[in-house]
């Protein structure tokens, strides 16, 4: 592929590349390199694989362009070999701005310096979505021509498959299918006649010299005017507050009605529809690349897009009724788990552990390289059989006592000890980034627990350099651990007091 990218830099700029850097994937299939000339000019190199996504990028990048709209210029293209060169917009995404900017002012809950690029993406926006959906063809547009029924129910089947079955969400899908299609026809209610950017959001804005250009918008489509401003607004890789959230829709509608005249009341009331489905597609992205394909970076999102989940719920919802939908949702901001925040990655070794649950599956790799270990624990004798336990888990002293006391747990213990000593540190010599070591019994509550608990406590002990995770899977599924201790704290202190 580089020599293609060589004959289309050279057939632009006159000579071919001294350099061709590649450039971290964003989550697609297509791969990008950072091709720099003799002179220090550059250009972005791309390989589209899917070429009905190479043509509504082409044809829209044309369109976009027409009427001077700041998206990148294409220099050469080489359609066969699904290969084209762009303008270099730089190195700086809207997200990376604003992380910058938080680092120059931590104690804020907002960096004041963004305030005036967000107006003028939210200033630009509405031209996209007016002007723009006037300029182009959608005819071109993938996998539809708009952002219709179909499109929303496969959103929130994305959702439901890849976020809600690999979070092991409970569900009735019969219901839950009949609140899917209510909800697409509210949806279906408002202005659906205009440019739908499709992923209008923080790492797909551009920042280069103070003002913003626009990328990856092939997926866009005719649709609501509602779903992009509700990306931006409620980006979870963001975080804006509500009240910014606020004062940026009013100067959103502001310019978008010096284009056409808009009714605010039924504005909001569908924003709030298309603020949802927004995020829960991206909760379904979160999923797929999250739980099933191993990156623990997409989950880093996920306890922000509860809250804002959360929030739609707290301040009306849709005038739709939506129970099996609503009682969904309520699960999703009711578990601990979700709303954990996932560490970043840190520099050296760090070790994932923790326990689950065979009946919910094996638990996924936090490291994403599928190496480490998962250790059975159901050979051990389970706490869990005895009623004074049940309601108790590997955490608490009574169910370490009772453990302790048995000779295999020691044997066990020794087994799990000396495979993870060896692993840390050939890990730590060869320069390694991540090791999972995962503990597995019938509920993920008692014998699991308490070996995660020692194999992390003995690691921070005694390997200061190691990071280390730990987390339960299975804890919102525990019963009422503090009533359960309560009680037999009483039943103690009644069995020592004289009759």
């Not at 280069?208 to 979870?236: H, K, T």
């Not at 649950?357 to 998962?374: C, E, I, M, T």
Request: charged share 25%.
């Amino acid at each position: 592929m580089d020599r293609i990218f060589r004959r289309l830099f050279k057939q632009h700029f006159g000579a071919p590349p001294v350099s061709v850097l590649e450039i971290a994937g964003d989550g697609s299939a297509r791969k990008m390199v950072r091709l720099v000339g003799p002179n220090m000019e550059t250009a972005v190199g791309v390989v589209g694989p899917d070429p009905d996504e190479n043509r509504a990028f082409l044809a829209f990048t044309r369109a976009f362009r027409s009427i001077d709209l700041p998206v990148p210029e294409v220099y050469a293209v080489d359609r066969k070999a699904g290969v084209y060169i762009e303008e270099d917009l730089g190195e700086t995404t809207l997200f990376d701005a604003v992380g910058q900017a938080r680092q120059a002012d931590p104690d804020a809950d907002f960096p004041a310096a963004m305030l005036p690029i967000y107006r003028r993406i939210l200033e630009v926006l509405p031209r996209f979505q007016v002007e723009g959906g006037q300029a182009v063809d959608y005819s071109v547009a993938y996998p539809r021509a708009a952002f219709d029924r179909q499109s929303i129910l496969w959103d929130l089947n994305y959702f439901k498959y890849h976020f809600l079955k690999l979070a092991h969400i409970p569900f009735n899908e019969a219901r839950l299918e009949k609140d899917f299609r209510r909800f697409a026809t509210f949806l279906l209610g408002a202005d659906t006649r205009h440019f739908l950017y499709r992923d209008f959001q923080s790492r797909n804005v551009m920042v280069r010299d103070g003002e913003p250009w626009f990328i990856d918008y092939q997926g866009g489509r005719r649709g609501a005017l509602q779903y992009d401003v509700a990306s931006l607004l409620y980006d979870p890789k963001v975080g804006l507050t509500e009240p910014l959230r606020e004062e940026l829709l009013e100067h959103y509608l502001g310019e978008l009605e010096k284009r056409m005249p808009v009714d605010r009341d039924r504005f909001r009331q569908h924003l709030r529809g298309y603020t949802l489905v927004r995020i829960l597609q991206a909760m379904g992205a979160y999923g797929y690349r999250g739980f099933f394909e191993r990156k623990p970076r997409f989950l880093q999102s996920v306890p922000q897009a509860i809250r804002n989940v959360e929030r739609l719920l707290e301040t009306g919802f849709v005038p739709v009724e939506l129970p099996e939908f609503r009682a969904v949702l309520e699960t999703i901001c009711g578990s601990t788990t979700l709303r954990k925040r996932q560490p970043a990655p840190k520099p050296g070794l760090t070790v994932y552990t923790g326990s689950f649950s065979y009946k919910r599956g094996y638990p996924d790799d936090a490291g994403g390289h599928g190496g480490g270990f998962v250790f059975d624990c159901r050979a051990v004798h389970n706490p869990g059989r005895y009623s004074e336990y049940a309601s108790l888990c590997g955490c608490d002293e009574p169910v370490k006592d009772f453990l302790e006391s048995l000779p295999e747990v020691e044997d066990f213990w020794l087994h799990v000890r000396g495979l993870a000593e060896h692993h840390v540190g050939a890990w730590l010599t060869r320069g390694f980034s991540s090791l999972s070591v995962n503990f597995g019994c019938t509920g993920g509550q008692h014998r699991s627990v308490y070996f995660a608990e020692r194999l992390a406590a003995y690691l921070r002990a005694n390997y200061p350099s190691v990071h280390v995770v730990l987390t339960h899977r299975e804890q919102d599924h525990w019963p009422d651990r503090d009533l359960a201790m309560a009680q037999m704290a009483g039943a103690t202190a009644g069995a020592t007091e004289p009759a």
